[in-house]
C-alpha cells in the first residue's frame, strides 16, 4: 500500500480480555517495527522484524505480549489478559532496510483502552 | 543508558511568531537524529540530520545538528494555528531502534 496501516483505529476493551493489533507495512518494506506511545510520553521500541522473524523482541515488556509475522509483510500484536497499564498507541512502522537511514514511515496507531 | 531530552516541555506562541524547540542526547554509536511531527496519533516524518553544522530547510521549518555538543534545534518562523503539533525528536544509534524524547507541545494562538 501508499502508507503504512493499522487496524482498528480504537480499540476499548475490557481488563482481562485478549486482543489483536493490526499492520500493513508499505509494500516491500522487509524491516517492520512497534513502538508503544503512552501519555505524555514519545514512543518506545517494543519489536522488530526483518522479514518473517522477529530479530529483536527485547522491548516487549513481558510474555503477555506476542508479535507475528507470518509471511513478512502484515504483523499482528497480540495482548493476553490486557491491564489497564496496557492503555496506549501502539504504532507500527516499516522501512525498506534496516534502520532509520532507510527512511522510517510510521502508521496511524491504534489506541488501546483497557477498561 | 541511551537518552533523548527535548526541551521546553510545551510551549504557547501567537500566530507570526518564531519558536526553537530543542533535543538533545547521549546515544551510543550516533547515526542519525530525526524530527517528527505528531497531529492525532501517526508521527509524520519532518528532517533527518547525520551531519554537523549543515542546516535542513522546509519551508518555515528549518533544522540542525550539532555532533559534538551532541544536540539539535528545530526553528519554525512564521508559526500558524496549523503548527500546533507535539515535535517529537528522536535519535537512531547504531541499531535500527529509534529513541524518542518526549516531545515539546506547541500550541499557536490565532
Known amino acids: 500500500g501508499a502508507g503504512v496501516s493499522q487496524t482498528p483505529s480504537n480499540k476499548v476493551t475490557e481488563k482481562g480480555k485478549y486482543v489483536e493489533l493490526r499492520c500493513d507495512p508499505i509494500?516491500?518494506?522487509?524491516?517492520l517495527y512497534w513502538y508503544r506511545q503512552s501519555l505524555g510520553q514519545g514512543p518506545e521500541f517494543l519489536i522488530y522484524f526483518q522479514g518473517t522473524g522477529a530479530a529483536d523482541d527485547s522491548g516487549l515488556p513481558n510474555d503477555r505480549f506476542f508479535a507475528v509475522r507470518p509471511e513478512g509483510s502484515v504483523s499482528t500484536l497480540k495482548i493476553q489478559r490486557t491491564e489497564r497499564g496496557d492503555s496506549a498507541v501502539y504504532l507500527c512502522?516499516?522501512?525498506?532496510?534496516?534502520?532509520?537511514?532507510?527512511?522510517?514511515?510510521f502508521g496511524s496507531g491504534t489506541r488501546l483502552t483497557v477498561v | 543508558e541511551d537518552k533523548v531530552v527535548q526541551s521546553p516541555l510545551s510551549l504557547v506562541v501567537h500566530e507570526g511568531d518564531t519558536v526553537t524547540l530543542n533535543c538533545s542526547y547521549e546515544v551510543t554509536n550516533f547515526r542519525s537524529l530525526l524530527w517528527y511531527k505528531q497531529e492525532k496519533k501517526a508521527p509524520t516524518f519532518l528532517f533527518m540530520l547525520t551531519s554537523s553544522g549543515i542546516e535542513k530547510k522546509s519551508g518555515r521549518l528549518s533544522s540542525i545538528l550539532d555532533k559534538k555538543e551532541l544536540f539539535s534545534i528545530l526553528n519554525i518562523t512564521a508559526t500558524q494555528t496549523g503548527d500546533s503539533a507535539i515535535y517529537l525528536c528522536a535519535v537512531g544509534g547504531s541499531s535500527y531502534k529509534l529513541i524518542f524524547g518526549s516531545g515539546t507541545r506547541l500550541l499557536v494562538r490565532p
Open positions: 509494500s516491500g518494506h522487509t524491516a
Open positions: 512502522a516499516s522501512s525498506s532496510a534496516q534502520g532509520p537511514l532507510y527512511g522510517y514511515t
